[in-house]
């Protein structure tokens, strides 16, 4: 019987001293490579202009719903496939270090090991929106299904034709049955547990969610529809992309725009034949690790039909979060959109890392504020609406060490209200360091956000497959917070790692039975 999601979380939980003993030399020899190759396959380069999508960042990531501009008419064109793709996972940054060139890529990812990949399938493409010039861009993409290579900005064309209906049919979902164009996610576990073993299942998560926060902030910013659809027979999908799940799973599909350029809706191909393209090698010796295939196995959906059922039989309200307490409550004061950062997301886009050393001194609460009121809207997945909570299945707790104007301690932030509860007032950035794996970027940060849930809750709720749920939720908020916070020119964050139980027990009684997803950080870059 597979590992399930409660067995894996604990499995996989660290501790001081799990950390302490578990420690091992990493294998610089048989490091995995960090793209997808084809051998064989053909390929189609993207358009020479990539569109910069120029809506202001903070704008681009409060939107908690899946509709763009209702007006729209036109259909998304390859100019539109290209920023979409570039700016969720295309290489963003070189930079030359001791005579060889990094490579940085558009969305945060564990270890910089760029585990995940982002593949296309689409009806028949063709004109764009007016271009920035005034002309029309006549790119067309045919339709087929496709990966992107982002070593090359190119398209590997892995079927011709419309296989539209083999994602509509596997999710039997209406935003897949109605779009142009959908975007995969997968994850290739090895790529990402060469360093980290089993907890790879949480990171495909982690990793994905940061992608897709990019991915939905893109397609809104250029009015197009989008949402994250988490329910769908897995098989068929992995049958589709020509992947085998025990080495690349897909996560999620992502359904861009609206209106299918065929008279009805999920249209397209449901018969699939199988292929099975070939590869190079990642590495020398590619190992498995059956944990993390067994905690995907334990989450699959066999049919588009169990899709739609465990979609539709999700309880009403959040799941697996607390009640708001009784602690002094304190309002935000975000900036309003006139007075709000106005760097373009394409720039905010680039300008993102991962900051490796903070300054110890405070950041804004005005600033502060409008990070969490723009990027801790909801997320638009698996159908929200615009009623729903801005968080279905985890809370944001928040240790903060350094803020103008709010005074040191452990926070609960209930986005609905606008409002910060304090837990415990104090100077807590030793535990802020200790729960972060003893690292001293949670301890310089101005502020450490953990996003926690009571898994059993979520998974009596939702299933196993309510584990990847909590996760991306987590993570795509998290997304888009590393853009609300790189949107500001003097502010940096970052994701770092946990010791799971002790942090739970640091926001005790408040988050008793609840358990970390994610953790944030955001601070002055030094």
């Known amino acids: 019987m597979p590992t399930g999601a409660i ?14 003993e578990g420690g091992r030399g990493l294998e610089f020899d048989n490091k995995p490579r960090l793209y997808k190759v084809y051998t064989d396959l053909p390929a189609k380069p993207l358009a020479d202009r990539i569109r910069p999508p120029q809506q202001p960042a903070l704008a681009a990531i409060a939107e908690p719903t899946p509709d763009g501009d209702p007006t729209r008419s036109l259909q998304p064109g390859l100019e539109t496939v290209t920023s979409l793709c570039y700016y969720a996972a295309g290489v963003t940054k070189r930079i030359d270090r001791r005579g060889r060139t990094l490579r940085f890529r558009a969305a945060a990812t564990t270890g910089a090991l760029y585990h995940v990949d982002l ?34 900005l190119s398209l590997d064309v892995l079927r011709e034709g419309d ?28 790529r990402n547990a060469w360093k980290y073993g089993e907890r790879t299942f949480r990171h495909a998560f982690w990793d994905s969610g940061t992608h897709l926060a990019n991915l939905l902030a893109v397609a809104h910013a250029l009015d197009y529809r989008a949402e994250v659809v988490t329910g769908f027979a897995d098989r068929p999908v992995a049958d589709l992309l020509g992947l085998e799940p025990v080495r690349e799973a897909p996560l999620e599909i992502v359904p861009i725009g609206s209106g299918s350029t065929d008279s009805e809706s999920g249209s397209g191909s449901t018969d699939v034949d199988p292929i099975d393209p070939d590869t190079e090698p990642l590495s020398p010796n590619e190992r498995e690790f059956p944990l993390i295939h067994e905690a995907w196995s334990a989450g699959v959906l066999e049919s588009g039909g169990a899709a ?24 935000l004061e975000p900036v309003d959109h006139e007075t709000a950062s106005s760097r373009p997301l394409h720039e905010t886009i680039r300008r993102r890392g991962s ?24 997320v638009a997945m698996d ?43 104090g100077e807590f950035r030793n535990e802020a360091g200790h729960l972060a794996l003893d690292q001293r970027l949670a301890a310089d940060a101005a502020v450490c956000i953990y996003f926690v849930t009571d898994l059993a809750a979520v998974v009596d709720a939702l299933g196993d497959r309510g584990y990847r749920v909590a996760q991306l939720e987590a993570s795509l908020t998290a997304g888009r917070l590393y853009l609300g916070t790189y949107a500001h020119r003097d502010l940096g964050g970052t994701g770092l790692t946990f010791y799971d139980d002790v942090v739970s027990d640091f926001f005790a009684p408040r988050a008793a039975g609840q358990t970390p997803m994610f953790l944030y950080t955001i601070g002055r870059p030094a």
């Open 355 to 378: 900051c490796r050393e903070y300054e110890r001194e405070p950041i804004g609460f005005r600033k502060l504020s409008t990070v969490l009121d723009r990027a801790v809207r909801g």
């Open 383 to 425: 159908g929200r609406f615009a009623d729903d909570p801005p968080l279905s299945v985890v809370d944001p707790y928040l240790i903060v060490n350094g803020v103008d104007g709010l005074a040191s301690g452990s926070y609960r932030y209930h986005p609905a209200r606008g409002e910060l509860e304090r837990l415990r007032a």
């Open 163 to 190: 296989y539209r209906g083999v994602l509509a049919s596997a999710s039997e979902h209406a935003g897949v049955a109605d779009a142009p164009l959908s975007v995969v996610a997968t994850t290739t576990w090895w």
């Open 119 to 152: 593949y296309v399938v689409c009806g028949d493409l063709g004109v764009d929106a007016e271009g920035s010039d005034g002309s029309d861009a006549a790119s067309e993409l045919e339709a087929g299904v496709y990966h992107f290579d982002p070593r090359t």
């Open 308 to 331: 739609d059922s465990w979609r539709s039989g999700r309880p009403a309200g959040p799941i697996g979060t607390r009640e708001p307490g009784d602690g002094e409550r304190i309002a």
């Open 7 to 20: 067995d894996y979380h604990e499995r996989t939980k660290h501790s001081p001293g799990s950390v302490r």
